[in-house]
């Protein structure tokens, strides 16, 4: 999944709001006891890379994913691993991020 979104914040403004939105991950309202842990997270110039588990009860999947910044835009790429499919809609894991990435970069 890649979400882009357009900002005039500069570089150095989007990787401190980079930072805070991939913290935020941790606190997302998910459905059904999923639960979100074990971020990590190392910005490499202009792109971070991150990495956080998912799980419910038993079942869990290890999720990654890359933000790129630059002077105009922001650019989330993650990949969603088909086990995390069947318990949320890929839909609804796009409308939450754009929206937590719209409100990060306002």
Do not use: C, Y
Request: aromatic letters at 6%; hydrophobic letters at 45%.
């Amino acid at each position: 999944m890649r979400i882009e979104q357009h900002h005039g914040l500069g570089t150095d403004e989007v990787k401190k709001r980079g930072d805070a939105l991939a913290d935020s991950l941790i606190t997302l309202p998910l459905p059904g006891d999923i639960e979100i842990t074990n971020l990590v997270k190392q910005w490499n110039g202009e792109a971070m890379d991150f990495s956080f588990r998912i799980s419910k009860g038993f079942f869990g999947a290890n999720i990654k994913g890359q933000v790129i910044a630059s002077d105009d835009a922001a650019v989330l790429e993650i990949a969603i691993p088909p086990l995390v499919a069947k318990f949320i809609d890929e839909n609804q894991i796009r409308t939450v991020l754009e929206k937590k990435m719209a409100d990060a970069l306002a």
